[in-house]
């Protein structure tokens, strides 16, 4: 599925939502993207988000988010990608550490 598939989705089900006042919401309100495996991709996604919140799941998974309302959008990363990249989130966002 293409990004702009993704959000064509997105916006159906949320007319859907807005069609229905009474159906039940996903037991979640966030959205998490599991395919960051490389340097490259981390950078993007990093810059693309803009103003994150860095946060750690575990001791083996960490993760970048942002919230868009009362959603958020998170980037989860295992630990030996943020060990090499994780120093570099503030350059790319212009964030402190």
């Not at 598939?5 to 966030?30: C, G, I, N």
């Not at 395919?35 to 799941?57: P, W």
């Not at 960490?62 to 989860?76: E, H, P, Q, S, W």
Request: aromatic share 12%; net charge negative.
């Amino acid at each position: 599925m293409t990004n702009k598939e993704f959000a064509d989705s997105l916006r159906m089900v949320a007319d859907f939502y807005e069609q229905h006042e009474k159906f039940p919401q996903p037991p979640a309100d966030f959205l998490d993207v599991f395919s960051v495996n490389d340097k490259e991709t981390l950078e993007q996604a990093t810059r693309a988000l803009g103003t994150i919140e860095k946060y750690a799941i575990g001791e083996s998974f960490f993760g970048i988010k942002r919230a868009f309302g009362l959603l958020t959008l998170g980037v989860i990363v295992t630990l030996p990608l943020v060990l090499t990249e994780w120093d570099c989130l503030p350059r790319l966002t212009g964030q402190g550490a």
